[in-house]
């Protein structure tokens, strides 16, 4: 991190005379961002300072296994995806993992999926076979500080019966190395409440107004296959950035809640929170392993962002539509 400092301190022009220069304006130049303080402490000898910070270089790793991949001689998990790496320092990391499951067998059993490092689970689903032709969605989040010795992630995928077969295809890991505020709730917690319950809460104050990307993640469940559990984002009490409501295949499943947006704040408190609720008063909603991250976007060099928050469906079946489309032109470098 490059620190600099500018003052209203008179310098001097000669032994015998002294000059002051009040400047009337800045302007932030190339990676300059985060600025601390205002003009007037630059216009003024009142003993504070202006500071620019610029943003960091952050470390970014990764690793995938593309191809499907099958396991049923037993039900221990199995590496997908391993990413080994040594920090150049000491950080705060984020991390990543994406991948898509499939069952072969009747609805009786439960393919799994995990975030695994060291003897820590971050993210866990359990997902009930529903259809064996359905792909389901992996994903988890997860920051952590890292030593400066070597780290090694996995994505890990099991199958509750060796009846069955677990599939895993299209598996992905990343940690990079950005600065950003977090909340973590990781154990599991459960309601009957039909209102909505806190999970986990993020509140912080942005040092000035600017793009956020903000994603969080979490495995939900429900006591009964026929009433749902519901679960959203909001922002500030009323922005609903997502909601989706699920039905379990089974009592004992977990499935995946993920999103993420890019938001612009304001420089005052703003407060994030996962919630969960249970569609009947007679039924259980269960929810582990909840994560929210905010990380400031002028952290990248460039990013490019597209959205359509409106709900649309097909006109045909069987026929692919656009819902969002992102066009830019790319610098040569590593996208996320």
């Given at each position: 991190?490059v620190?600099?400092?500018?003052?209203?301190?008179?310098f001097?022009?000669?032994?015998?005379?002294?000059?002051?220069?009040?400047?009337?304006?800045?302007?932030?130049?190339?990676?300059?961002?985060?600025?601390?303080?205002?003009?007037?402490?630059?216009?003024?000898?009142?003993?504070?300072?202006?500071?620019?910070?610029?943003?960091?270089?952050y470390?970014?790793?990764?690793?995938?296994?593309?191809?499907?991949?099958?396991w049923?001689?037993?039900?221990?998990?199995?590496?997908?995806?391993?990413?080994t790496?040594?920090?150049?320092?000491?950080?705060?990391?984020?991390?990543?993992?994406?991948a898509?499951?499939?069952g072969?067998?009747?609805?009786?059993?439960?393919?799994?999926?995990?975030?695994?490092?060291?003897?820590?689970?971050?993210?866990?689903?359990?997902?009930?076979?529903?259809?064996?032709?359905?792909?389901?969605?992996?994903?988890?989040?997860?920051?952590?500080?890292?030593?400066?010795?070597?780290?090694?992630?996995?994505?890990?995928?099991?199958?509750?019966?060796?009846?069955?077969?677990?599939?895993?295809?299209?598996?992905?890991?990343?940690?990079?190395?950005?600065?950003?505020?977090?909340a973590?709730?990781?154990?599991?917690?459960?309601?009957?409440?039909?209102?909505?319950?806190?999970?986990?809460t993020?509140?912080?104050?942005?040092?000035?107004?600017?793009?956020?990307?903000?994603?969080?993640?979490?495995?939900?469940?429900?006591?009964?296959?026929?009433?749902?559990?519901?679960?959203?984002?909001?922002?500030?009490?009323?922005?609903?950035?997502?909601?989706?409501?699920?039905?379990?295949?089974?009592?004992?499943?977990?499935?995946?809640?993920?999103?993420?947006?890019?938001?612009?704040?304001?420089?005052?408190s703003?407060?994030?929170?996962?919630?969960?609720?249970?569609?009947?008063?007679?039924?259980?909603?269960?929810?582990?392993?909840?994560?929210?991250?905010?990380?400031?976007?002028?952290?990248?060099?460039?990013?490019?962002?597209?959205?359509?928050?409106?709900?649309?469906?097909?006109?045909?079946?069987?026929?692919?539509?656009?819902?969002?489309t992102?066009?830019?032109?790319?610098?040569?470098?590593?996208?996320?």
């Open positions: 991190m620190l600099l400092v500018a003052s209203s301190f008179p001097s022009a000669q032994a015998e005379e002294t000059t002051a220069y009040y400047p009337s304006s800045y302007n932030l130049l190339g990676s300059t961002q985060f600025v601390s303080g205002s003009l007037g402490d630059l216009q003024s000898d009142d003993g504070s300072y202006l500071t620019f910070r610029s943003y960091p270089n470390d970014f790793r990764y690793a995938e296994s593309l191809e499907e991949s099958s049923n001689a037993d039900t221990a998990y199995q590496d997908k995806v391993v990413l790496f040594t920090p150049p320092i000491p950080a705060d990391y984020i991390l990543i993992a994406t898509e499951v499939q072969a067998c009747e609805p009786l059993y439960d393919v799994k999926a995990r975030l695994y490092h060291d003897t820590s689970v971050y993210q866990e689903l359990i997902y009930r076979i529903e259809d064996t032709t359905d792909w389901y969605p992996f994903c988890a989040l997860k920051r952590i500080y890292l030593p400066a010795s070597p780290q090694t992630f996995k994505i890990q995928y099991a199958i509750s019966n060796t009846a069955a077969t677990a599939k895993i295809r299209n598996a992905r890991l990343y940690a990079f190395s950005l600065s950003g505020y977090y973590e709730s990781e154990s599991e917690s459960s309601t009957k409440s039909t209102a909505w319950q806190d999970k986990v993020l509140t912080f104050t942005p040092p000035t107004s600017g793009d956020y990307l903000i994603m969080a993640t979490a495995n939900v469940g429900g006591s009964s296959t026929s009433y749902s559990t519901l679960t959203r984002l909001v922002q500030d009490g009323s922005i609903v950035h997502a909601g989706p409501v699920k039905e379990p295949g089974a009592s004992g499943a977990r499935y995946t809640f993920g999103v993420m947006r890019k938001v612009n704040l304001d420089a005052t703003h407060t994030f929170k996962i919630q969960y609720a249970s569609e009947s008063s007679s039924k259980t909603a269960y929810i582990k392993y909840a994560h929210i991250v905010a990380i400031r976007v002028d952290q990248f060099p460039n990013v490019y962002y597209a959205e359509n928050e409106g709900e649309s469906g097909p006109a045909a079946p069987n026929t692919w539509y656009d819902k969002v992102n066009t830019y032109t790319a610098q040569a470098a590593d996208h996320i």
